[in-house]
Nanobody, 119 residues
Framework: VQLQASGGGLVQAGGSLRLSCAAPRMIFSTYVQYVMGWYRQFPGKERELVATVNSDGSTNYADSVKDRFTISRDNSNKRVRLQMNSLRPEDTALYFC???????????WGQGTLVTVSS
């Protein structure tokens, strides 16, 4: 499993960004066996959950991003997106895409993409 994340950047507080994570080498029947998610890491801190989405579209969000962020996945195109609205300076972090298998003990990380929100 290989994950390719993109979409980070610099935005002013109150603005929006969309992160995308592709799994081009996965086939559909395999992709739907993974819970896809976004995590973030602040300097000097451990990685923390932002949001996850199951293959059926059910989602889970950290309280800090509820009602501002939306995670979605496109199983056909093997892509997961994170729409981030009403961004705050405290959302500044390195964001990571993750694929966690529901069938075995496997968790794969994409490369981080930096999100910087200026005040």
């Amino acid at each position: 499993v290989q994950l390719q994340a993109s979409g980070g950047g610099l935005v002013q507080a109150g603005g929006s960004l969309r992160l995308s994570c592709a799994a081009p080498r996965m086939i559909f029947s395999t992709y739907v066996q993974y819970v896809m998610g976004w995590y973030r890491q602040f300097p000097g801190k451990e990685r923390e959950l932002v949001a996850t989405v199951n293959s059926d579209g059910s989602t889970n969000y950290a309280d800090s991003v509820k009602d501002r962020f939306t995670i979605s996945r496109d199983n056909s195109n093997k892509r997961v997106r994170l729409q981030m609205n009403s961004l705050r300076p405290e959302d500044t972090a390195l964001y990571f895409c993750n694929a966690r298998s529901i069938l075995r003990d496997e968790s794969v990380w994409g490369q981080g993409t930096l999100v910087t929100v200026s005040s």
